[in-house]
């Protein structure tokens, strides 16, 4: 509603939120404010791909994120105990899959002899999560067959998923990684916990 009492004229196409903050000085928003109204009005899933993003573009530093987060409605701010490094959408919503079903997960960590790998689940469960929809790149598909490879020598089992599987057949690949844990893929055997242990995940 206008300051005067009209009622704003809105197409089908319109969606209207409705916000108890302070009105906001200019006609637009921050980037801060956005996050806010993610979170507010989304899932949590949604709100920690929007704010991962911000941060790994370098839009938003994580002590913003940090600020926003405990400004929220306390059933909200739980979401503080799951952000995290991300370099896409795609590894923040994966990477939340297994917070939520309680398994440690270290992202983008460094292994010798193979370079930065997007998530090591578990001791040795590594899942390299596609941030684009289409490749194109020969060169680039031969060398993660060469990683792939390298990293099965060292012990590690490897799962790569695709754009398309973690966007628009989601349900399915669920099913599938949580199949995964429930073998115990992403357990090492005793003798090779200590080097799995070793490995950090990526913090700018």
Request: proline content about 2%.
């Amino acid at each position: 509603m206008y300051s005067d009492g009209r009622k704003p004229c809105l197409g089908s196409d319109y969606i209207v939120h409705h916000s108890s903050g302070p009105l906001p000085a200019s006609a637009v928003c921050t980037l801060s404010d956005c996050i806010t109204q993610v979170w507010k009005h989304h899932d949590s899933e949604t709100g920690l791909v929007v704010a991962e993003s911000g941060i790994n573009l370098g839009l938003l530093a994580r002590g913003e994120i940090a600020t926003i987060i405990a400004e929220l409605p306390q059933r909200t701010q739980v979401v503080r105990h799951y952000l995290d490094w991300a370099q896409s959408g795609s590894e923040t919503r994966v990477r939340y899959l297994f917070q939520r079903m309680g398994v440690k997960v270290r992202a983008q960590v460094e292994i010798d002899g193979v370079g930065r790998v997007d998530l090591v689940v578990g001791d040795c469960l590594v899942v390299q999560c596609d941030r684009k929809r289409h490749h194109s790149n020969r060169y680039t598909y031969e060398q993660d067959r060469r990683r792939d490879l390298a990293l099965r020598d060292l012990g590690f089992t490897v799962t790569q998923l695709s754009y398309k599987q973690i966007w628009d057949q989601w349900e399915a690949t669920q099913q599938s990684l949580r199949r995964q844990i429930r073998r115990h893929e992403h357990r090492a055997a005793r003798n090779q916990q200590a080097y799995f242990a070793s490995l950090t995940g990526f913090c700018p």
